[in-house]
């Protein structure tokens, strides 16, 4: 049964950094390219970054290129959000997927619960 677990979001000064994580269980993690939406209040989901099986190729939305990384770690079956000089208007709820640009098990019971991204002096 696929599971994805977000974690690590917070409250973070504007400037500052957060990582989040996302625990993937139930499928062959490598198989799968991953990654990270965010959904603030009233706004549309926003794809924010993939990467793919092997960790080689990774895709960012113009909106935080040069600040965000996405990483994998394919032993632990993880996937990570490095979130730096966060801007205000990186505050959301942040999901994990699979999939390339593909919010597929966002919603759905495969999917985790989020994690809350504040940014607010």
């Known amino acids: 049964e696929v599971q994805l677990v977000e974690s690590g979001g917070g409250l973070a000064q504007p400037g500052g950094s957060l990582r989040l994580s996302c625990a993937a269980s139930g499928f062959r993690f490598i198989s799968y390219y991953m990654s990270w939406f965010r959904q603030a209040p009233g706004k549309e989901l926003e794809w924010v970054s993939s990467i793919d099986g092997n960790g080689n190729v990774a895709n960012y939305t113009d909106s935080v290129k040069g600040r965000f990384t996405i990483s994998r770690d394919n032993i632990e079956s993880t996937l990570h959000l490095q979130l730096d000089s966060l801007k205000t208007e990186d505050s959301a709820k942040y999901y994990c997927?699979?999939?390339?640009?593909?919010?597929?098990?966002?919603?759905?019971?495969?999917g985790g619960q989020g994690t809350q991204v504040t940014v607010s002096s």
């Open positions: 997927t699979r999939g390339w640009k593909s919010k597929m098990d966002i919603g759905t019971p495969r």
